[in-house]
Structures are given as structure tokens and as C-alpha cells.
């Protein structure tokens, strides 16, 4: 059976253009000759209307306007989670301060991971221990008014080359050692030159820039003996609140930037002596020995190790001290030896900083910057010594989501959380960001 079809391109047949063409012709003529009948003074108003709608409609400045506005909510909207600051300072300026600000999501993550530094300690090495959470990398320090480079392992092993940098203090003291140690690595394999019989005292070296990264252990800063009961320790000490830790104060002479801290072994039961003589104790309870706190046992530690270094004849000149602050533990429900953990995974909200304005770790801060503005003025006159805050405590106070918890690996203290260290990649990468900055601004160099 033949099937008959209109083609279009036929000049036989009627092309469906000219049918379409044809209706519309056909209902314009009717439309028009309805319109015919308006008033003209009516029919004129209508189309002046209906191009003065088109104009607002499509005209550009229309368009910019309501982008600007567009931009405007959004900057607003971005402004009450993030406020902007009141200038551009750069983080060299004298008036930037780096060490109040907020922490802000940031995708790109760590600058290194657990694969790409192989000096990550077990203890550090969150990830590798089960944790499986990753957002408490995804964050970076913003100060209020400037900005925190990020860092720059080149940049910082230029500054330093042919010269020796030693961190004095405990356990934290090594874990920012550690997190430095991954971040030049990305840039040089360093040398593992020295590490004594307890893995206490370690030395580095990056051969290309001979730059010297040391570490000595400290727990006190000050003279130290453990108490003993029957040839066992108690986990109690005796500390020369005038005398320094020789094992540290001795290596100073060559060195051109130490980085102390301490705090987190003055808290338990501790003797404190002054010329041989007991004065006092801490947490002893003792009969007839006065208890004269943990304050001033850390406040007569850090007087003991900056007059020291004030004084010291075989230091170079133009040695850089920092004192880094107090690094606050995050236990809940709970101490270290009664089941406190740290399972949170993001940063205090600004609500929850707010009530922690009166916290004892920044009655510890304020005690280590007193003890640094005391040595500073001694020091005047002189004009030998360099002596800087590294000012991190508000910072971590509000990293409860940073420590590796039950991710420590520890197959021997099963049922203890660490909530003192911090995981590595993590938040304590920003003490070195610090670092860089500070070192920067000492050799004149802009960000």
C-alpha cells in the first residue's frame, strides 16, 4: 500500500512553513483589526508601557545592579561567619598580631601526609592507629587583622642555612620537633645524625642548606632528681628552683635560635628547693611543708631559665629565644588515669572560647609572658639578648578535636587516652607556620 507524505522540499505540495505562516497571518490581520477599535491615546500608552518594562528588563545597568546586590548578601553573609579585617596588614607588620584570630575551614588539607613524611612518630600517627576522621586537618589559623602564610619549607631552610635551631623541653616540646621535622622534609631528606640511649636528645641535619635541627630534653628547665622508694620512682621530684638543667644550658653556645617550653610535668606531686634548702611543695600535703602551688613552681622555673640564658657568656650575641606557651590538654569526663578522653572532631565553637577566657591554661600563658617581659627588661641595656613569645595557647585551646585520643598506638597503657600530644598531620603544623613567620620578621624578610 502506498503511504502519500507531504514533503517539504516538493514544490507540489503545501510546505508546513507556509501553512504555519499562513494561520499567523491570518490571526495577526484579526488581532489587529480588534485593536483597531482601541482609543489611540490607549493604545499608545500601552505600547510606551510595554518598552519602558523591556528597557528596565534587559538594560545592563539593570543587570549590574542586581549582581551588586548579589555580591553584597554574599559578602554580608560571608562577613558573619568570618569577619573581614580592618586592613591589610602583612604578617610582618608590628601591628599584626598572629596570635588571636579564629580557625576557619581550609580544604587544602596538610602540607604533608603520613605517607610523605616517614619520620611521623607511632604515637603521632593518628591515622595509622585507626582514626578515621579527617576534617580536624581541614583547618587553618586565620589571625584577626592579617593574614599566616602558609609553609614554606624552602623559605624556611633558606633562613636558617648553615645555622643550628634547638627545641628545650618534655615531650610537646618534641612532638612541634616532629611536625617541623615533616614539613622541611618535603623539601630535603634529612640526615638522622644523633639520638641518645632513650631517644631524648636527637640531632638533624639537612645537608644541602646545613641547617642543624636539635632536640633537648627538659622536664622542668631546672635541676630535677625523682624521688625513690626502694630503688623504684614514685613519679615524685625535687626541683633547684635556682639552678637550670646543665644537660641543656650547656649546649647553648652555638646555637642561633632555642625554643623553650614546659609545664605539663608540674602538674603532680612535686619538692621545690631553693639553695638546698626545701621551701616548699606541690600537691604534697605534706605536714609542715608549705604548699606553694603549681603557678609559682612554673613561674620560678621559666625566671631560672631566662636569666640563664640572659647571662650566658659563650652564647652568641644575636641568639633567638622563644618561649612557646603553654599547650593545653583537653581531657573530658575524666584524667588521663581515670578514663578522660578527647573524641571530639572539630574546634571549640567562638560561644564555647568565650567561657574559656578565664581558664587556668591562660593564668599559665599569662605566667610564662610575665616571666618574659621580666627577663626582657633585665636585659635592657645590654641589648644581648632576643627574646620572643611563641603564643600559641589560645590557638590549641580551641583544638579539642587535635589529640590522638585512643589513636596512639600504645599496646602497653591499653585503656589511657592521650588528649596532650597532637596528632601529626593536624593542628600543631600551625606552631611551625608561626615559627617561619617570627624567624622572617627577625631577618627582615616579608612575607
Partial sequence: MKINTINPSSSSSLSYDKIHNARNHR????????????????????????????????????????????????????????????????????????????????????????????????????????????????????????????????????????????????SVARNQMESLLCLLSQAETPMDVYKD???????????????????????????????MVNNSGTGSFDLHLDEVDQKWASRLPGLNYVIISSAHWFFRKNYLYDQGKLIGCVYCNDPNVQELGLNYSLRMSFRAALKYINNCKGCKKDMVTLIRTFSPAHFENGAWDTGGSCNRTNPHSEEKGKEMKKSFELELRKIQMEELERASKEDQGRGQRKLRALDITWAMLMRPDGHPSEFWGNKWMKGYNDCVHWCMPGPIDAWNDFLLTMLQKEVGLSS
Fill in 27 to 170: 490571526n495577526f490581520i484579526k488581532s489587529y483589526k480588534n485593536v483597531i477599535g482601541v482609543p489611540p491615546i490607549l493604545l499608545w500608552f500601552l505600547v510606551l508601557t510595554s518598552f519602558f518594562s523591556l528597557f528596565l528588563l534587559y538594560s545592563p545597568k539593570s543587570f549590574h545592579f542586581s549582581s551588586q546586590q548579589h555580591k553584597l548578601q554574599e559578602r554580608r553573609q560571608q562577613e558573619r561567619h568570618f569577619p573581614r579585617a580592618r586592613s591589610k596588614q602583612q604578617s610582618g607588620d608590628d601591628n599584626c598580631d598572629l596570635f588571636k584570630g579564629k580557625w576557619v575551614p581550609d580544604l587544602n588539607g596538610s602540607k604533608y601526609t603520613t605517607t610523605s613524611c616517614v619520620t611521623i612518630p607511632d604515637s603521632k600517627n593518628c591515622f595509622k592507629n585507626g582514626r578515621i576522621d579527617i576534617d580536624f586537618v581541614n583547618w587553618r589559623w586565620k589571625p584577626d587583622y592579617c593574614e599566616l602564610p602558609r609553609f614554606d619549607p624552602h623559605k624556611f631552610l633558606k633562613i636558617v642555612g648553615g645555622k643550628k635551631l634547638a627545641f628545650v623541653g618534655d
Fill in 197 to 227: 640511649s632513650e631517644d631524648r636528645f636527637r640531632t638533624w641535619h639537612f645537608p644541602s642548606s646545613n641547617f642543624t635541627l636539635l632536640m633537648f630534653w627538659s622536664k622542668f628547665l631546672v635541676k630535677s632528681e625523682e624521688r
